[in-house]
C-alpha cells in the first residue's frame, strides 16, 4: 500500500475530528503514528463510558462478560507478559522435559519463556522484559487467549 | 449429530444475528473477539468470548489457524463464520473437516467450485444456466469471430481482473481486434496473465438474487429472490424482495435457474445466486454464487418467516431441509437499508469513532438488526455497517412508508451516518416506482448532490 502526504492530511483531519488524541496505523510495510499536540500518552484515550442500552435483539440482556484485557498489577515493579497469540500453552519444549524457566530465574528481553501451540504449529514466546520471574500465571497445556498474561516479571 | 455448542468467527451485526438464533435452540456460543471488540454487543451477548489477536482483521479474524484453535480449545463443535472474513475460505471448511469441527456452510469443494470467475461461469454452463453470451479468446480471429455472434457494445475483460479493473467497453466492432490486442497486453502487464475474454455489456441491468437452500445431497429450495440494484460501486445500500416490475415469466425463470445450479453442486447449506437482469432485452445471467449468509438475508426471512440461521445450523447438523417448496410462502414485501458510518457529504468516507448515542426504532414491521448501543465504539479497522433497519409491509408501498418512518425515529451522535442520505433515495419518484437498474444511484447522486 502506497500512501500520500495528501492522505496523510486526510487521516490528520479525521483524527482532529475525532474523539481520539493518538492515532496507530500498521499496513504491509507502513507504519503510520500521529498524536495530536497535547495529547496524553496513551493507548486508547478512557472514554467517559454511558451506560450501554440493552440491546434491541430479543436475547434477554446478560451481565457484561469481564474483558480480558491486560492486568495492571498493584505493585509497580512488576510487568504482565502477555501472550502474543491465542493458542496452547506450553511450559517445555516437549513433555517431561525441563520448564524453559521457573519463578525466581532471571530473563532478559529475548528469553524463551515458553511455547504457544497453534494448530500444530509451535511458536515460541519470547520475555520481552528484563528482570526476575515472580509467577507463572498461565497453566501448562492450558489455552491462552491474546493477551492473557503468561508470567509476571519483577523488572530489573 | 446435536450441535451444543458455536465459535462465531465474525464480529458486527452479523455474530449477534447468529448468537440471537443459537440461544433460540438453546445453543452455547463463543465468540472470538479481536481486542478492539473486547466490549461488543455480541461478546457481552455470548456465553463466552475469546481473544484471538490484535484489532487488524489480518491478525485476528482472517487467521485461519487460530479460529479452529480457538473453537477446538473452547469445546465447540460448530463454527459459523458469518459472511465477510472466512465465509468463503476453501481452507477454513476443509481445516474444520479435517479436526472433525463442523464447519457451518457449505463444503470446501463447492467453496471453490463458486469462488472463482471463470470456474463458476463453467458450472453454470454445465449447469443450464445462462450466462452472458461471450467467453475466452486467444487470437484476435478468434474475437472478431466471437465479437460477430455476442455484438456490440462489449466488454474484453482480463480474467485476471475484478472488481471492475481490466475492462474495456468495444462500441464499434471495428474497434475490436485493437482493443483486444492492448487489452491482452495491458492485463499481462498488470496481473502477469495474459488472458482476456468477451462479454455482453448490459448498458440498463438490475442485480437479482436468489436465495436458496440445500441438504448436500442435491435437493435444493429457494426462498424468492432479491433486488439489490441500488448500488454505489459495487457497495449494495437498499436490497428488497421480491424483485418489483419484473414478469412473472422472467421471476420464475430466474428462481428455476438459480435451483438448476445450486443442485448441480449438491450444494449444502444457505446460499445466493446472482444475476443480472437485461432490462432492454428481458433476460438475465449468471453472475456468481455466494457461498454464506448474506448481509441482506433479513428481508427473506420477513416474507418467509424462515429463520435462515437456524436452517444453516439444521443443514449443519445433518437434519436436512424441514421445509418442502410448497411450503415456502411469500407474504408482503420487505426492504432493507444499510446504516453506515460514513460521512455522504465527503465521499461516503468511514466516519469510525465512538457512538456518543444510539436510537433505533420500533413497530409493527419493524426489525432492527445491530451491534450498536449508546456508548459503543466504531473501530477503524473493519466496514462501516451499524446497522440494518429491516421493514416488512403487506406490499411494497407500506413497506417503504414503514422504513422511512423508521429512519426518522433513528438517532446516532457521535458519528457521521447516511440516514438522511436513505431518506432522500426513498423519496425519489423513480425509486417509488420500483424496478430502477444500477446506474440509479450514480445518477441520483449527479442530479440531486445535495441529497449527499
Given at each position: ?22 492515532l496507530?496505523?500498521e499496513?504491509?510495510?507502513l ?7 497535547g ?7 478512557p ?24 492486568k ?26 525441563d520448564?524453559f ?20 504449529l ?9 528482570g ?25 | ?15 449477534v ?20 471488540d473486547r ?12 481473544c ?13 489457524e487460530t ?10 463443535d460448530?463454527?459459523h ?5 472466512l ?5 477454513l ?12 456452510g ?36 478468434d ?6 455472434t455476442i ?29 483486444v490486442?492492448?487489452?491482452s497486453?495491458?492485463a ?13 455489456f ?8 436468489v436465495?436458496?437452500l440445500g ?11 432479491r433486488?439489490c440494484?441500488?448500488?454505489r ?7 428488497e424482495t421480491?424483485?418489483?416490475d ?20 449438491n450444494?449444502?447449506?444457505?446460499g ?8 432492454e ?42 421445509l418442502?417448496?410448497?411450503q ?5 414485501a420487505s ?15 468511514p ?35 451499524m446497522c440494518k433497519?429491516?421493514?416488512h409491509?403487506?406490499?411494497?408501498a407500506?413497506a ?13 451522535e ?21 424496478g430502477?437498474?444500477t ?14
Amino acid at each position: 500500500m502506497t500512501i500520500t502526504s495528501k492522505d496523510v492530511a486526510e487521516i490528520m483531519k479525521l483524527l482532529e475530528a475525532s474523539a481520539f488524541g493518538e492515532l496507530k496505523l500498521e499496513t504491509g510495510d507502513l507504519k503510520l503514528h500521529l498524536r495530536r499536540s497535547g495529547a496524553p500518552v496513551c493507548e486508547a484515550a478512557p472514554e467517559a463510558p454511558t451506560p450501554p442500552v440493552p440491546p434491541r435483539a430479543p436475547a434477554a440482556p446478560q451481565p457484561p462478560v469481564p474483558p480480558v484485557a491486560p492486568k495492571v498489577p498493584s505493585d509497580p515493579s512488576l510487568t504482565d507478559v502477555p501472550s502474543p497469540l491465542l493458542g496452547i500453552y506450553y511450559r517445555a519444549a516437549k513433555p517431561g522435559a525441563d520448564p524453559f524457566i521457573e519463578v525466581g530465574q532471571t530473563v532478559e528481553d529475548d528469553t524463551i519463556i515458553g511455547i504457544i501451540e497453534v494448530m500444530k504449529l509451535m511458536n515460541s514466546v519470547r520475555a520481552g522484559v528484563k528482570g526476575e520471574v515472580v509467577e507463572i500465571v498461565a497453566g501448562n497445556a492450558a489455552m491462552v487467549e491474546y493477551g492473557e498474561t503468561l508470567i509476571r516479571v519483577r523488572a530489573a | 449429530m446435536t450441535i451444543r455448542r458455536i465459535l462465531v468467527a465474525n464480529r458486527g451485526e452479523i455474530a449477534v444475528r447468529v448468537i440471537r438464533t443459537a440461544k433460540a435452540l438453546g445453543i452455547e456460543t463463543v465468540l472470538a473477539v479481536s481486542e478492539a471488540d473486547r466490549e461488543s454487543m455480541g461478546a457481552r451477548l455470548a456465553d463466552r468470548t475469546l481473544c484471538i489477536g490484535p484489532g487488524p482483521s489480518a491478525q485476528s479474524y482472517l487467521k485461519v489457524e487460530t479460529i479452529v484453535q480457538a473453537a477446538l480449545g473452547s469445546g465447540c463443535d460448530a463454527i459459523h463464520p458469518g459472511y465477510g472474513f472466512l465465509s468463503e475460505r476453501a481452507d477454513l471448511a476443509r481445516l474444520c473437516e479435517e479436526e472433525g469441527v463442523i464447519f457451518i456452510g457449505p463444503t470446501a469443494a463447492q467453496i471453490e467450485a463458486v469462488g472463482d470467475k471463470l470456474r463458476a461461469r463453467a458450472e453454470a454452463v454445465a449447469a443450464g444456466v445462462p450466462v452472458a453470451p461471450g467467453g475466452s479468446v486467444e487470437t484476435v480471429a478468434d474475437a472478431l469471430a466471437l465479437g460477430e455472434t455476442i455484438g456490440a457494445p462489449l466488454l474484453v475483460k482480463a480474467v485476471g481482473g475484478g472488481g471492475g479493473r481490466g475492462m474495456k467497453r468495444v462500441d464499434d466492432l471495428a474497434q475490436l481486434a485493437e482493443a483486444v490486442s492492448l487489452a491482452s497486453a495491458e492485463a499481462g502487464a498488470a496481473f502477469g496473465d495474459e488472458r482476456v475474454y468477451l462479454e455482453r455489456f448490459v448498458s440498463k441491468g438490475r442485480h437479482v438474487e436468489v436465495q436458496v437452500l440445500g441438504d448436500g445431497d442435491g435437493l435444493v429450495l429457494h426462498l424468492g429472490e432479491r433486488d439489490c440494484s441500488v448500488q454505489r460501486r459495487y457497495q449494495k445500500l437498499i436490497e428488497e424482495t421480491p424483485a418489483p416490475d419484473l414478469s412473472d415469466t422472467l421471476r420464475s425463470a430466474i428462481r428455476d435457474a438459480a435451483v438448476r445450479f445450486a443442485r448441480h453442486l449438491n450444494y449444502r447449506g444457505a446460499g445466493t445466486v446472482e444475476f443480472l437482469v437485461d432490462v432492454e432485452r428481458q433476460d438475465f445471467y449468471f453472475l456468481e454464487m455466494n457461498a454464506r449468509i448474506q448481509v441482506e438475508h433479513p428481508v427473506t426471512e420477513q416474507v418467509t418467516g424462515i429463520d435462515l440461521v437456524a436452517e444453516q445450523i439444521a443443514v449443519a447438523e445433518g437434519k436436512g431441509l424441514r421445509l418442502r417448496q410448497d411450503q415456502v410462502v411469500l407474504t408482503g414485501a420487505s426492504i432493507e437499508c444499510r446504516i453506515n458510518a460514513e460521512d455522504p457529504e465527503r465521499d461516503f468516507m468511514p466516519s469510525p469513532g465512538t457512538v456518543r448515542k444510539a436510537v433505533w426504532p420500533e413497530g409493527d414491521g419493524i426489525r432492527v438488526d445491530t451491534h450498536i448501543a449508546s456508548g459503543a465504539k466504531v473501530p477503524p479497522y473493519y466496514d462501516s455497517l451499524m446497522c440494518k433497519l429491516i421493514a416488512h409491509g403487506p406490499d411494497r408501498a407500506s413497506a417503504i412508508d414503514r422504513l422511512r418512518a423508521a429512519l426518522t425515529q433513528s438517532r446516532v451522535e457521535g458519528v457521521k451516518t447516511n440516514i438522511a442520505f436513505h431518506l432522500a433515495v426513498l423519496a425519489d419518484p423513480a425509486f417509488r416506482a420500483g424496478g430502477v437498474d444500477t446506474g440509479f444511484l450514480t445518477r441520483f447522486l449527479a442530479r440531486e448532490p445535495q441529497a449527499a
